[in-house]
Structures are given as C-alpha cells and as structure tokens.
C-alpha cells in the first residue's frame, strides 16, 4: 500500500463525518480551507514559477484556477453521500501570482474548441482542486491538486500539510500522475 493511500485512510478514519466542522452549505467553502490552498499554490509556483516540473525555469504570468472544487472521501465536510458534491471558490485566495477563476464549464468548451493549442496560451496553466481533508485538531491537511499546462502536459498530486502556529507548510507530495 503506497504512502499517499495510508494517508488517505488515515484523515477517512479520522473524520468519517465532517467533525470539527460546523455544516456548512454546498458551496461554502471556510476560511481554513483557502489558508491551506494558499500555502499549496505558493508551494507549487514558488517565485512565480512551476516548481514541480520543468526544472523550476517556466514563469507563470496567469494562473487559472477552476472555480468549483470536489469533495472525496477524505475531505473533512464529505459524508458518504456528499462525495463527489462540488462547491464553488471564489476569489478569496492570497497569492503571489496573479490569477483568475474560470468555470469549469468554460474551461471544458475552450479545451474542446481550441483542441490544447494556440488558445491553451491565454494563461499558464489550469489548476483544480479538492476540498481539503483535516485531522481532528486542524493541526494537519490533505488536498489533491491538478495542474493542466496544456497537451500532454499536466499533473496530479495529493499534498500533506501541517500548521505551526498560524502557518500552513507543504511537508509532502506525492505525485500521482503526470502527463
């Protein structure tokens, strides 16, 4: 069993039903949640640059951020019948770099249409992301980002992160595919 699944099982245990959590509406997402996604984007586009591929040497000017995030079994507001449930981001994320959100609409009809190609360029790269997974102190995380740079070109990764004091850190990756 890899490292990534034991982790997963591990925050599934320990939050089975959103505990910790008050309930929350389908698409509201907490403050929590965005402090964690902030530390994950700044982890994986350090300086403005992509730090997990390409050698650390491809700017982003514009990061796309899908607005609509997925809850999976690990994500402390997911019960069995709200995985796969989606909520919406808004513009709440502070951030280096610049971005916009896109629905996840618009990005599948402009992917169809422009077929990866010149259109792809508008910005540097699509990133999605899941709900966040938290232990019972709030004191470790667990999301799953992808990011999309075009044909042939993305990743998936699940980040395990923990807070020392009021900071959220990256303390690891697991790569879970690449294209």
Not at 80 to 89: C, D, E
Not at 146 to 175: I, M, N, P
């Amino acid at each position: 069993m890899s490292v990534a699944t034991v982790l997963i099982l591990i925050l599934a245990i320990h939050c089975p039903d959103g505990a910790g959590h008050a309930a929350l509406g389908q698409s509201e997402i907490p403050a929590d949640e965005y402090a964690v996604y902030d530390a994950v984007i700044a982890n994986m586009f350090a300086d403005k640059k992509v730090t997990f591929d390409f050698g650390g040497e491809v700017t982003v000017k514009l990061l796309m951020v899908v607005d609509r995030t997925v809850a999976y079994p690990f994500s402390t507001v997911s019960s069995r019948s709200q995985t796969g449930v989606t909520s919406v981001l808004k513009r709440l994320f502070h951030l280096s770099v610049d971005y916009v959100l896109v629905s996840a609409e618009q990005e599948a009809k402009r992917r169809d249409t422009a077929r990866y190609d010149n259109q792809w360029h508008a910005g540097d790269g699509r990133v999605s992301l899941s709900r966040v997974g938290f232990d019972r102190d709030h004191r470790q995380a667990l999301v799953y980002m992808s990011f999309y740079c075009g044909a042939l070109c993305g990743h998936g990764f699940f980040l395990f992160l923990t807070k020392t004091g009021s900071e959220w850190r990256v303390d690891k990756k697991f790569q879970v595919w690449i294209s």
